[in-house]
């Protein structure tokens, strides 16, 4: 009986999260192997106003954070009590509220301070909600920027700089199923060659796969819920060896595909998977909006590790949207619904196992 009991604690633990400090007494180790750094993202909306949902986010480095703010919300005349300068501590989501579409691409630093602000991009995204996902090829040399906005159908690669933009795919506020157009595109990823591969999430549930220059080379997809189907494809990542995993959050799974779009596996029963990271020792990393858990999964589809918990105290989760770590192993975590964009630093003597492992290497530039 005693070996049965310790066999079970045995296959529990790794669920858990990583211990408090030695000698302490109560908490609920609600940020797992991390501290929070509490206040991270400087304030940079206008007086009267807090930043918006914030659509996504990618460290290319500690000190250079791209991350996507879906415009600016006028505060009420009287902020409630507990207002912690995120919409999301207003009671309500911060995609329910009508934002002024500014300050959309900005790019951080460590301490949290805007070191560049695309603000020149601004206009594209009026009309829409502003943008849904950020992303840097690991073996693109010149690290360019993709943004995928699905309100207005598009998907945009700009220059890492942000001065120019120098390919666009969709067309803009027009939806459609054709090899020209998305229908609420939601994410992007990339193979080696230059391959990459578009989640049209939303409307068309389905993938594309694109070459280096654009071209669709393959569609696979359709509404449902059987092996190959979807129902919202909202984020997609690929291992190394090649395979395709993509987040079909309404229908609660994860499919994983060759990359000629072969159904391969699905692993279900993951409530409402919103974003995937494949980590350079192949682990998968799965934020659900659901539970506001980021989970780690080995590439079979066990289940790891857990954390996170609802609030929109420093440290808690309302709709986690896109999350990022940098080489240094610190974690970024957009919300969509509390309107903001944390950080968060491995706290001393987490496991390593519970920890997020470091990003897939960006190239070294040209």
Same mark, same amino acid.
């Given at each position: 009986?005693?070996?049965? =009991? ?5 296959? +529990? ?18 940020? $797992? ?7 991270? &993202? ?32 006028? @505060? ?16 309500? #989501? ?72 120098? &390919?666009? @795919? ?16 939601? *994410? +992007? ?8 591969? /578009?989640? *049209? ?9 694109? *070459? #280096? *220059? ?25 291992? $190394?060896?090649?395979?395709?995993? /993509?987040? !079909? ?11 000629? %779009? ?45 954390? %996170? ?16 770590? !940098? ?5 970024? /975590?957009?919300?969509?619904?509390? %309107?903001? =964009? ?6 001393? $003597?987490?496991?390593?196992?519970? @920890?997020?492992?470091?990003? &897939?290497?960006? &190239?070294?530039?040209?």
């Amino acid at each position: 009986m005693r070996a049965l =009991t310790l066999a079970l604690i045995l296959a +529990i633990a790794p669920v858990a999260g990583a211990p408090g400090p030695p000698g302490q007494k109560g908490g609920e180790d609600e940020t $797992g192997p991390y501290v929070v750094v509490e206040n991270w &993202m400087k304030p940079f909306a206008r007086p009267g106003y807090s930043q918006g949902s914030q659509g996504g986010v990618f460290a290319e480095s500690a000190d250079r954070v791209f991350v996507l703010n879906r415009g600016e919300l006028k @505060l009420p005349a009287t902020l409630p009590t507990g207002f912690n300068g995120a919409w999301g501590s207003t009671g309500q #989501k911060a995609t329910e509220a009508t934002a002024e579409l500014r300050n959309c691409l900005l790019v951080l630093d460590r301490h949290g301070g805007i070191v560049e602000a695309w603000t020149q991009w601004d206009r594209l995204f009026q009309g829409g909600r502003g943008p849904h996902h950020v992303r840097i090829s690991p073996y693109d040399p010149d690290r360019h920027v993709w943004v995928v906005d699905d309100n207005r159908h598009q998907v945009f690669k700009f220059t890492n700089d942000g001065k120019s933009l120098v &390919m666009t @795919l969709g067309e803009a506020g027009v939806p459609g199923n054709d090899h020209d157009h998305f229908a609420r595109p939601t *994410d +992007i990823a990339f193979l080696p060659d230059g391959t990459f591969f /578009v989640t *049209d999430g939303y409307v068309n549930t389905r993938v594309l796969k694109f *070459d #280096k *220059d654009g071209r669709v080379l393959k569609t696979w997809g359709r509404p449902g819920s059987g092996p190959g189907e979807f129902n919202l494809p909202h984020a997609i990542a690929i291992d $190394g060896r090649r395979r395709v995993y /993509v987040a !079909d959050r309404q229908n609660s799974r994860i499919q994983v595909f060759d990359e000629n %779009g072969n159904y391969l596996d699905g692993w279900p029963n993951i409530r409402r998977p919103i974003d995937l990271l494949i980590t350079a020792d192949q682990r998968l990393w799965v934020a659900d909006l659901d539970t506001n858990k980021i989970l780690q999964y080995d590439l079979n589809g066990k289940l790891l590790s857990s954390w %996170g918990t609802w609030g929109t105290f420093p440290g808690a989760f309302w709709g986690i949207h896109q999350f990022s770590v !940098d080489p240094d192993g610190s974690l970024y /975590v957009a919300e969509t619904w509390g %309107g903001r =964009t944390q950080k968060f630093t491995p706290r001393a $003597g987490a496991p390593r196992s519970l @920890l997020i492992g470091p990003p &897939m290497p960006l &190239m070294r530039r040209r």
